[in-house]
């Protein structure tokens, strides 16, 4: 069974400087989609990045970027020039089958000015 | 606007009287499905449908029932609410199954059964 593990129930940074929330899931598939989730205070749940598990090169969006391990299972996401505005809690999923989304615990982020 | 819907955003019950969270979504996906949300547990599948007529559990169906009818809705159903039930529920939606398209999710639905 899939199953994704964020092993940092709680992350702080400061203003402006860099932060990596670590991921790491156990799947069977070779085929499959792994994405990170921003869920803010009002509880939406905002896409922040997506990696196709065939591509090798590392998905980047503006200052949210990953570091895709395929061999060793992990997926960590690393905010640049962090904002007060990422405070949230972070999910780690994979997709598989049935495009259902296996989740993690998920990360608190505070951000600190 | 292309988004997904859920109503009650807020909902506060008893055990036993059963209640319908409704999902629509308005981009024309053909899957769609429903997650819970519990603390330190993340977000965990409860249905999904891969279209009209087509219904699966995932991996926490126990109590809850669902219906897909019409392809723009998916209601959540609680035939007899209990307080292990109290949650925050989400609905998704993507284009198509297998795909590996980017779930769109509703706005959630906290429930909370007394």
């Known amino acids: 069974a899939q199953t994704v593990t964020q092993s940092q129930p709680e992350m702080s940074v400061q203003e402006a400087e860099t932060v990596t929330l670590s991921c790491t899931y156990d799947?069977?598939?070779?085929?499959?989609?792994l994405f990170w989730y921003k869920q803010p205070p009002s509880r939406q749940m905002i896409l922040v990045i997506r990696q196709e598990a065939y591509k090798q090169q590392n998905a980047t969006e503006n200052r949210f970027s990953v570091n895709f391990q395929k061999a060793a299972k992990s997926f960590s996401l690393k905010i640049s020039d962090s904002q007060l505005g990422d405070a949230a809690m972070y999910f780690c999923a994979e997709l598989e089958y049935g495009n259902k989304l296996v989740f993690g615990a998920g990360t608190i982020l505070r951000v600190k000015s | 606007e292309a988004q997904v819907t859920q109503n009650p955003r807020y909902l506060i019950t008893v055990t036993g009287k059963k209640l319908t969270v409704t999902c629509s979504q308005n981009m024309n996906h053909e899957y769609m499905s429903w997650y819970r949300q519990d603390p330190g547990l993340g977000l965990r599948q409860i249905y999904y449908s891969m279209n009209v007529e087509v219904t699966d559990k995932g991996d926490v169906p126990e109590g809850y029932k669902v219906s897909r009818k019409e392809k723009r809705n998916f209601p959540l159903i609680l035939e007899s609410p209990s307080p292990n039930q109290t949650s925050l529920y989400f609905c998704?939606?993507?284009?198509?199954?297998?795909?590996?398209?980017?779930?769109?999710f509703g706005p959630g639905t906290r429930l909370t059964v007394l």
């Open positions: 998704a939606s993507s284009p198509a199954g297998r795909s590996g398209d980017t779930q769109y």
């Open positions: 799947t069977s598939e070779s085929d499959y989609y």
